[in-house]
């Protein structure tokens, strides 16, 4: 059974560092391009960051280039967010998602029909 959970998310005031962390089982991890996306109240499920097989390639939205690290432990099947300079319009539900049977170089990962599995989030907000 596949499972990706979510953790790491909280409340914490602009300015403010969050480390949101997603152990996934029920697939082999290693063989997985992965990625984070996020859902504001009353908005569309947007791409955050994604990373390849190995770690050695990323990828970031404009929104959070500078600011969020995205990485990875093989070893213990989970992908990281590292989530720096939170700013208010940073609220929303962070999802990570597996895209299990692709290749980083298959699309660009910032799709979210892309993503075979997807974990059920966890909430992160940002007061001002």
């Known amino acids: 059974q596949v499972q990706l959970v979510e953790s790491g998310g909280g409340l914490v005031q602009a300015g403010g560092s969050l480390r949101l962390s997603c152990a996934a089982s029920g697939f082999v991890f290693s063989l997985s391009p992965m990625g984070w996306f996020r859902q504001a109240p009353g908005k569309e499920r947007e791409f955050v960051a994604a990373i390849s097989r190995s770690g050695g390639s990323t990828d970031y939205a404009d929104s959070v280039k500078g600011r969020f690290t995205i990485s990875r432990d093989n070893a213990k099947n989970t992908v990281y967010l590292q989530s720096n300079s939170l700013e208010p319009e940073d609220t929303a539900v962070y999802y990570c998602?597996?895209?299990?049977?692709?290749?980083w170089g298959e699309g660009k990962g910032r799709l979210r029909d892309e993503y075979k599995f997807w974990g059920q989030g966890t909430q992160v907000t940002v007061s001002s």
């Open positions: 998602a597996s895209r299990y049977g692709r290749t």
